[in-house]
């Protein structure tokens, strides 16, 4: 009994001295002060020479960490107990994120970059005046088709509901994304919330289930690139992945509309580091920086003078950098409330259960 | 002195259960009251038992009879062969080395073996079957589910063909009993205990799967797994998620009163 109580005693004393040394060491290292910055962003979204030329620049050493869905990067910061200097959500996240007060405003005197950006993408539903967010990619929703496989050319969302291609499509698993090019297919807004118009797209989707193969997450790239299907519903980055990966798919944003998606940076209010935080933000809207990384990582940057560096067939390339006329048919989705999410998904899940 | 020391042993035991058993149960029926703005409420229950959900515990409880009917078909056969052949030890390690590899790329490997181009399409175009679409849909969810839980089926049952006294065979044969007769007589109702856990081992688990309803089935087959999964990482809604959760302790915790998997038939087998 003795010897249990003093193991038990010795056990906590050694935790206790850990923790102290674990304490010591992280402040000594600089990793709880202000000379770094903590970035949480989506897995392989940025080009890693930019954050050494930015350690260089300004002396602050970056930790790097990643986050694989908007809704993953939400609980965890709402859970607090992370140092996050820096975000990089997409809209409706961050319209989410700006109700329930989880980011610090951005003070524009220190981001004198920004007037590089497209002035079409600020001022946008999710954030008014850009008070919270600085523009870092953006992209559309699409189809990728894979010509060997089908002759349609997809200029229309009805195209997937051809005969020709049954059992051929794979869509992403996604609610507002499939009831939204539903919604669109029919003429509507992809934020609809009246609900004769969601039964309408709805009924129109379980035409559809024919021509499902099946509903899928990330694999969706992988089993486009290996030619598993002939067509399927992607976000444009997604696309520009698999159309590296197997140079004949191609991709294509629907003549009715689609939706616009942006990913912007922002300061969550668990940051340390506010100062270096703008400064990285800035660091990213510099058009240089902004055309490398852009080139990198393959998105469309929504900096005009990056756009002006890039490359020729990059910046020409209409399926990735729409002109102003698609441009205008392509919507935002909107943080429609908790509510209309949940009636969303569970139409959404309706359509996943119609055999 | 010696009663106190001996409840001392047991304070963790009784700290993990609390913290890690009760406590989650505790919350989540707790959880299953409130809908997505906090306000206490009934409607998930309501909402439950409507056909879209009913549907689903209707085809997740079949797909989890399936996986578990074929897993009994594979396992059972299996372990009686294990416990005659040579090197037992060699061919049990065999069967449990599978389970030291992660669930999810064990699932992802499917994808590449079933897929169109895969090894096992490119077989069948060989033989001249011609191609055939394996992935996404119920066939090949249930294989693949099969495939993870078999080696939790031929345990049990191996443990409890093993404890078996094999003179009781070498009697029932003297007393004139042929092969199938001595199998449906004597071993099987002897090692029902193995059966019964196997099929419990295998049964619940496989009512809740959700990864591979969509990396497999391509969410043309839809549990419960995957509608709390759903719930509670897309829609946030944490009070349906609950509920469908609570609607699966309660069908298990009936479903092990049932198969008297308390304890009481444990005895059965000695």
């Given at each position: 009994m003795?010897a249990?109580?003093?193991?038990?005693?010795?056990?906590?004393?050694v935790a206790?001295?850990l923790?102290f040394?674990?304490n010591?060491?992280?402040v000594?290292?600089?990793?709880a002060?202000s000379?770094?910055?903590?970035?949480?962003?989506?897995?392989?979204?940025?080009?890693?020479?930019?954050l050494?030329?930015?350690?260089?620049?300004?002396?602050?050493t970056v930790?790097?960490?990643?986050?694989?869905?908007?809704?993953?990067?939400?609980?965890?910061?709402?859970?607090?107990?992370?140092?996050?200097d820096v975000?990089?959500?997409?809209?409706?996240?961050?319209?989410?994120?700006?109700?329930?007060?989880l980011?610090i405003?951005?003070?524009?005197?220190?981001?004198p970059n920004?007037?590089?950006?497209?002035?079409?993408?600020?001022?946008?539903?999710?954030?008014?005046?850009?008070?919270?967010?600085?523009?870092?990619?953006?992209?559309t929703?699409?189809?990728?088709?894979n010509p060997?496989?089908?002759n349609?050319k997809?200029?229309?969302?009805?195209?997937?509901w051809?005969p020709?291609?049954?059992?051929?499509v794979?869509?992403?698993?996604g609610?507002?994304?499939?009831?939204?090019?539903?919604?669109?297919?029919?003429?509507?807004?992809?934020?609809?919330?009246?609900?004769q118009?969601?039964?309408?797209?709805?009924?129109?989707?379980?035409?559809?289930?024919?021509?499902v193969?099946?509903?899928?997450g990330?694999?969706i790239?992988?089993?486009?690139?290996?030619?598993?299907a002939?067509?399927?519903?992607?976000?444009?980055?997604?696309?520009?992945?698999?159309?590296?990966?197997?140079?004949d798919l191609?991709?294509?944003?629907?003549?009715?509309?689609?939706?616009?998606?942006?990913?912007?940076m922002?300061?969550?209010?668990?940051?340390?580091?506010?100062?270096?935080a703008?400064?990285?933000?800035?660091?990213?809207?510099?058009?240089?920086?902004a055309?490398?990384?852009?080139?990198?990582?393959?998105?469309?940057?929504?900096?005009?003078?990056?756009?002006?560096l890039?490359?020729?067939d990059?910046?020409?390339?209409?399926?990735?950098?729409?002109?102003?006329?698609?441009?205008?048919?392509?919507?935002?989705?909107?943080?429609?409330?908790?509510?209309?999410?949940?009636?969303?998904n569970?139409?959404?899940?309706?359509?996943?259960?119609?055999? | 002195?010696?009663?106190?020391?001996?409840?001392i042993?047991?304070l963790?035991?009784?700290?993990?259960?609390?913290?890690?058993v009760?406590?989650?149960?505790?919350?989540?029926?707790?959880?299953s009251?409130?809908?997505?703005?906090?306000?206490?409420?009934?409607?998930?229950?309501?909402?439950?038992?409507?056909?879209?959900y009913?549907?689903?515990?209707?085809?997740s409880?079949?797909?989890a009879f399936?996986?578990?009917?074929?897993?009994?078909?594979i396992?059972?056969?299996?372990?009686?062969?294990?416990?005659?052949?040579?090197?037992?030890?060699?061919?049990?390690?065999l069967?449990?080395?599978?389970?030291?590899?992660?669930?999810?790329l064990?699932?992802?490997?499917?994808?590449?073996?079933?897929g169109t181009?895969?090894?096992?399409?490119?077989?069948l175009?060989?033989?001249g079957?011609?191609?055939?679409q394996?992935?996404?849909?119920?066939f090949?969810?249930?294989?693949?589910?099969?495939?993870?839980?078999?080696?939790f089926?031929?345990?049990?049952?191996?443990?409890?063909?093993?404890?078996?006294?094999?003179?009781?065979i070498?009697a029932?044969?003297?007393?004139?009993?042929?092969?199938?007769t001595?199998?449906?007589r004597?071993?099987?109702?002897?090692?029902?205990?193995g059966v019964?856990?196997?099929?419990?081992?295998?049964?619940?688990?496989?009512?809740?799967?959700?990864?591979?309803?969509?990396?497999?089935?391509?969410?043309?087959?839809?549990?419960?797994?995957?509608?709390?999964?759903?719930?509670?990482?897309?829609t946030?809604?944490?009070?349906m998620?609950s509920t469908?959760?609570?609607?699966l302790?309660?069908?298990?915790?009936?479903l092990?009163?049932?198969?008297?998997g308390?304890?009481?038939?444990v005895?059965?087998?000695?």
């Open positions: 003795k249990i109580s003093r193991t038990f005693i010795v056990i906590i004393a206790l001295l923790m040394v674990a010591r060491l992280n000594s290292q600089g990793y002060g000379n770094t910055l903590t970035i949480y962003n989506w897995g392989d979204y940025i080009d890693p020479e930019l050494t030329k930015f350690q260089k620049e300004t002396g602050i930790i790097y960490q990643t986050f694989d869905s908007n809704e993953a990067m939400l609980t965890k910061i709402e859970q607090g107990g992370t140092t996050f975000a990089i959500p997409s809209d409706y996240a961050i319209s989410k994120m700006r109700e329930e007060n980011l405003p951005l003070d524009h005197s220190k981001l920004l007037k590089n950006i497209d002035p079409s993408f600020l001022n946008l539903s999710f954030d008014p005046d850009n008070k919270y967010s600085a523009p870092y990619f953006w992209g929703l699409g189809i990728v088709y060997k496989l089908t349609l997809f200029h229309s969302w009805d195209d997937l051809n020709s291609l049954r059992n051929n794979l869509l992403t698993d609610a507002r994304e499939v009831l939204g090019m539903s919604l669109s297919s029919l003429g509507y807004s992809l934020n609809d919330t009246n609900d118009h969601l039964q309408a797209a709805l009924a129109k989707l379980k035409k559809l289930t024919p021509n193969k099946a509903i899928v990330d694999e790239k992988m089993l486009l690139a290996n030619n598993e002939a067509a399927g519903l992607v976000f444009s980055g997604d696309a520009s992945e698999i159309m590296d990966q197997n140079p191609d991709y294509v944003v629907p003549d009715q509309g689609s939706n616009l998606w942006f990913d912007n922002v300061i969550p209010k668990t940051a340390a580091n506010i100062d270096g703008h400064k990285f933000i800035n660091f990213m809207m510099n058009p240089e920086v055309a490398q990384n852009a080139e990198y990582v393959g998105y469309a940057t929504p900096n005009d003078a990056a756009l002006k890039l490359p020729e990059i910046s020409s390339d209409e399926r990735f950098y729409p002109s102003k006329q698609v441009l205008k048919r392509l919507e935002v989705f909107d943080n429609l409330g908790k509510k209309m999410l949940v009636h969303y569970e139409l959404f899940l309706q359509f996943k259960m119609n055999k | 002195m010696q009663a106190n020391t001996r409840a042993y047991m963790p035991y009784y700290v993990w259960i609390v913290l890690f009760v406590a989650p149960v505790v919350l989540v029926g707790y959880y009251f409130f809908d997505v703005d906090g306000q206490f409420t009934l409607q998930n229950y309501r909402t439950f038992f409507t056909p879209v009913l549907q689903m515990t209707l085809s409880f079949w797909y399936l996986v578990m009917l074929f897993s009994l078909l396992a059972y056969p299996a372990a009686y062969w294990l416990t005659r052949t040579k090197h037992r030890q060699l061919w049990i390690l069967i449990i080395l599978p389970t030291w590899i992660n669930l999810l064990k699932t992802y490997a499917f994808i590449g073996i079933f181009y895969g090894p096992i399409n490119a077989f175009e060989t033989i079957v011609g191609q055939q394996l992935l996404f849909n119920s090949s969810f249930v294989f693949v589910s099969v495939y993870i839980f078999v080696p089926m031929i345990l049990p049952i191996y443990n409890a063909l093993e404890e078996m006294n094999p003179s009781l070498s029932a044969r003297d007393l004139g009993a042929s092969g199938w001595t199998f449906q004597v071993i099987f109702p002897l090692t029902i205990s019964k856990s196997g099929c419990m081992a295998v049964f619940i688990p496989s009512l809740s799967l959700f990864m591979i309803t969509r990396l497999i089935a391509g969410n043309k087959v839809i549990t419960l797994g995957t509608a709390i999964e759903q719930h509670f990482l897309v946030q809604d944490w009070g998620g469908v959760a609570v609607v302790i309660i069908a298990m915790a009936l092990m009163l049932l198969s008297g308390f304890g009481q038939e005895r059965h087998g000695k």
